[in-house]
């Protein structure tokens, strides 16, 4: 596997493959690799002939007071990772490398970026839509792969992709969980023991919301309100959102139907943690 540095080395590399006719996966992380990232490279890894990991824990997503420099890192067990799923490249710039003391451009996709994390967050989607529009231009892959955990994320890449003409397919990949169903995350290692038995209340309150639908419950305010009230009683846990929006344009809907998406926050000590499901 190839470890590269340069924006200008991947770019030759990854045209040196479009040339020689092969396809190309692109994987975008922000390293500290679990088995979700590696459900993303398998896929990349089966659907494409080439597959660039890239490793950027990027500044611009984290606000002034969220936890960019305690963000974990572990380069050596990710080379490791990357390797062993086949891919062929990791992608690990430096900082200076990806935002030159004069860059003076961000990317901003309005709409979609105003409820949900948008708003909790503010500037956090415009760090995004920058360091993968970024990404996209280093590595002009066939086709990008995203979690399905970040849905809003999803949806605005997918906007972006399509507004600004990049030539890449955006492949949204299945939520990978633990046993215990709590969904995978960088930051579940910020949690105590304690919060980690706790925080499984979320996928739990989830899949009874999940069966009540199934049930044929129809108002996403009787959903939502069972939620909250199953959350609020995990005393570790605080409420940042708790939302029924629809799938691709984010915006709040009363009535479930297909595409309606759920989708929750929630803090426990210092980790924020997402999990969602979408109604198919
Ligand atoms: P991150 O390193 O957290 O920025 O995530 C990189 C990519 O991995 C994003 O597309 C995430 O949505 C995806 N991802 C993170 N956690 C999971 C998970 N548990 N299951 C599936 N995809 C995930």
Known sequence: MLIIEEVKAIQQQVWEWKQAGYSVGLVPTMGSLHAGHSSLIDKAVEQTDRVVVTLFVNPTQFGPNEDLDNYPRSFEQDKAICEKHGAAALFAPRTEQMYPEQAATRVQVSGLTSSLCGKSRPGHFEGVCTIVAKLFNCIPAHKAFFGEKDAQQLAIIKRMTTD????????????????????????????????????TIIHKTLVQAQDQIAKGEKSTQKILHFIETQIAQEPLAEIDYIEAVAQETMLAVSEIQTGTLFAVAIRFGKARLLDNFIIK
């Open 164 to 199: 600004l003409n990049f030539e890449i397919e955006i492949v949204g990949c299945p939520i990978i969980r633990e046993a215990d169903g709590l969904a995978m995350s960088s930051r579940n290692s910020y949690l105590t023991p304690q919060e980690r038995k706790a925080a």
